[in-house]
């Protein structure tokens, strides 16, 4: 079944600057994100994800490139005539108004009949689980509800399509976790096309449908979560979405031969002698007794206790390093200690190559 595309960008350039000063935010992205789908644009700072959610909102024009609604170019289309909303880190929350003020605000600006807005406005605090709230003023709410205010006054337009610019990053690390189920919750409710802008792994992991990396202007890998985090395009996705090892490598027919002259199965054929980058995640990696058939002999280096888990860094006989993630027994010790040998195996299917 085929997906209506609800924004796309074509080759789409953004440049600062001028003369030899000239900085490209955005580098010919070129990105389909479909309708009803929660996408996460997810990088770096100055990686340009929030400089292509201004271009789909209308806050800047591209310097090429073009920017499309359900198919219609909107590309220079000033942004109050887009039926798109945002909703920004600070929220902009209007301190004399009450919650229920705040979410019939744009509703009433748009014109729309009082009692359209009573209703509508009723709909959102049920929504976003507010209905006591309704007469408050904003400055006497939490962050967390603050937040829901923000959510609840953009989606009450019933915009086509919602932008959030790292609206969580004000919140604590237990708040932002709520607000994380919260938001996806919001979004199959709505069936609104979420297009969130993050520079978290696991905020993007979490909520998202699809994800699309970026990194120096440019579109990394767009793919579901699983496949991101399991089948990284290259070097930088591997390497920003978690812990991961990568180990130099050289094919050997269809093996892998490792610098320290271990011998693993390729996940792709190769030229003999080609020499390839390959990756694997701590909690992928199997540890055992060094004297079992096809392991790798390892020597511990130090454990890290995170409760759940245990990072074990280790070192290969030729000094390179791994990390392994052990689930931590109830006792909280690992079984290890430092200076221990230890065999390790790359079980079939865990190794990855991936582009430098």
Do not use: W
């Amino acid at each position: 079944m085929s997906q209506t595309i609800a924004v796309e960008a074509r080759n789409a350039v953004k440049a600062f600057g001028q003369g030899s000063n000239i900085v490209r935010a955005l580098d010919d992205v070129s990105i389909q994100i479909n309708k009803g789908e929660f996408f996460t644009l997810l990088g770096p700072s100055g990686c340009g994800k929030t400089t292509l959610l201004r271009l789909i909102a209308g806050f800047e024009m591209p310097t090429s490139g073009t920017i499309l609604l359900d198919g219609a170019d909107i590309t220079y289309l000033p942004p109050n005539q887009r039926p798109v909303n945002t909703v920004f880190q600070s929220y902009a929350l209007f301190p004399h108004l009450t919650v229920a003020q705040n979410i019939g605000f744009g509703l009433q600006m748009q014109g729309r009949p009082a009692a359209e807005v009573k209703s509508t406005t009723a709909k959102m605090l049920a929504l976003v689980k507010l209905e006591a709230m309704a007469e408050r003023k904003t400055s006497q709410l939490s962050g967390g509800q603050q937040q829901r205010v923000a959510l609840a006054r953009a989606l009450a337009p019933a915009p086509k399509v919602l932008l959030l610019d790292e609206p969580l990053s004000a919140l604590d690390l237990k708040l932002r976790k709520e607000m994380q189920i919260e938001l996806k919750r919001l979004q199959t409710e709505t069936g609104i096309t979420f297009v969130f802008v993050t520079h978290d792994q696991e905020e993007a992991l979490t909520m998202s449908d699809r994800i699309g990396v970026m990194s120096a202007g440019r579109l990394q890998q767009v793919g579901t979560p699983k496949d991101i985090y399991t089948k990284p395009k290259n070097r930088f996705v591997a390497s920003f979405i978690g812990d991961t090892n990568f180990l130099p490598a050289t094919y050997k027919g269809r093996k892998l031969r490792l610098s320290d002259g271990t011998m693993i199965d390729a996940p792709a054929p190769g030229a003999d002698d080609s020499r390839a980058t390959v990756t694997i995640r701590p909690e992928q990696l199997r540890l055992g007794d060094p004297s079992e058939p096809g392991a790798t002999q390892a020597t511990v280096q130090t454990l890290v206790y995170f409760g759940t888990d245990t990072h074990c860094h280790m070192a290969l006989s030729d000094g390179t390093e791994l990390i392994a993630r052990l689930q931590s027994p109830a006792s909280g010790d690992a079984g290890l200690t430092k200076g221990q040998k230890i065999g390790v195996h790359f079980p079939a299917g865990a190794v990855q190559l991936v582009e430098d």
